[in-house]
């Protein structure tokens, strides 16, 4: 899109060059050169002006947790004036306060679970677009006190969860029965309403072993040095699936509409995302400083979870390639998870 812009900018001053050199000679006046430098600046300022005003401007969401993390440099480069594209970011704290947006026009593109961009999807009867996974596994096996090292010495362990209903449940069932497992007959699984009841089990040690997403992982091993995580779920996903998917919990999601009519922003946009993203993994205390400068999540906890969160940039026909085997397992777990059927390859936005 800037490249577009700049060369409309370069065509009308060289004819504005044209114009100001014909005058200057016919004229015989010795000052035509001073005279075209500065209508010449004038006039790149003049377009250079113009051409910001016109930029569309995006309403971008995100939500507060890791979902969030991988925008952090981007809204600041966007704050700052920094950012090609003219962006308007929002932070929120519910899933469904950011689709229902996206739905409502209020919002271009968000950050959401890429299962619920699929409900959506659904629901709008393809009005959703998957723009990008940002966000794989975000889950661990954490213990206090207990020896696991591997899916399979979770065999007559009770695990306190939370998420029940939704995909925490439906990864860790999936990974259990990959491993020959069964929740409810070879391993017991609690499952608490909130994520904070989970970990203050463990904590406390009234739990040996908990399933918990970032960052309270990483809250529940500063509180306690006794809790240690046992296993990455993401990496054990890897290992279930054989590489066959990757645990794709976190996305992008862009209305159709908005992909359809403004191709050129969108590209732009995600190509800065994905700078965004680069950052986060690579500048990890800055990123956790932006993070809490944004109401994302603590810098300090920010700083000990990001390493941890899984951040990433999936786009295109990679995309294409490794969401549908996760959604295809979320489907078979409980096909309302996804919105009742599986979403169509329209679904996937190519840049």
Request: proline letters at 3%.
């Amino acid at each position: 899109m800037k490249f577009r812009l700049k060369g409309r900018i370069i065509s009308i001053v060289l004819a504005s060059v044209m114009l100001v050199a014909a005058s200057g000679c016919t004229t015989g006046n010795g000052n035509s050169s001073t005279i075209l430098s500065t209508q010449a600046s004038s006039m790149v300022s003049s377009v250079q002006a113009n051409s910001e005003k016109s930029k569309t401007q995006i309403h971008v969401l995100g939500l507060k947790g890791p979902t969030g993390l991988s925008m952090v440099k981007l809204m600041d480069d966007s704050g700052l004036g920094k950012a090609e594209g003219n962006c308007k970011f929002s932070i929120v704290a519910s899933p469904d306060e950011v689709v229902s947006k996206l739905v409502n026009g209020e919002a271009d593109i968000a950050a959401v679970p890429t299962n619920l961009a699929a409900t959506f999807y659904n629901k709008t009867k393809g009005q959703l677009k998957l723009a990008a996974v940002t966000t794989l596994g975000v889950l661990s096996i954490v213990t206090n006190g207990e020896d696991v090292k591997s899916v399979r010495d979770l065999k007559g362990k009770t695990i306190i969860a939370s998420g029940k209903g939704a995909v925490p449940e439906y990864v860790l069932d999936y990974i259990l029965k990959q491993n020959g497992l069964q929740a409810g007959r070879d391993v017991k699984v609690e499952y608490k309403v909130q994520h904070e009841e989970a970990a203050a089990a463990v904590i406390s040690g009234k739990a040996k072993v908990a399933m918990l997403p970032e960052p309270f992982v990483t809250e529940a091993t500063v509180k306690n040095k006794n809790i240690k995580v046992a296993l990455n779920l993401t990496k054990e996903w890897d290992s279930a699936s054989k590489k066959a998917s990757v645990l794709t919990m976190g996305c992008l999601a862009v209305r159709k509409s908005f992909a359809e009519n403004h191709k050129a922003e969108l590209d732009d946009f995600l190509n800065e995302y994905k700078s965004s993203v680069d950052f986060v993994n690579s500048n990890v205390p800055a990123a956790a400083k932006l993070s809490a400068k944004y109401g994302i999540m603590n810098a300090a906890v920010a700083q000990k979870a990001i390493p941890d969160c899984s951040i990433v940039y999936i786009g295109g026909n990679d995309m294409k390639t490794k969401v549908p085997y996760f959604l295809k397992v979320m489907y078979k777990a409980n096909p309302k998870s996804v919105g009742g059927k599986l979403p169509g390859d329209d679904f996937y936005y190519q840049e």
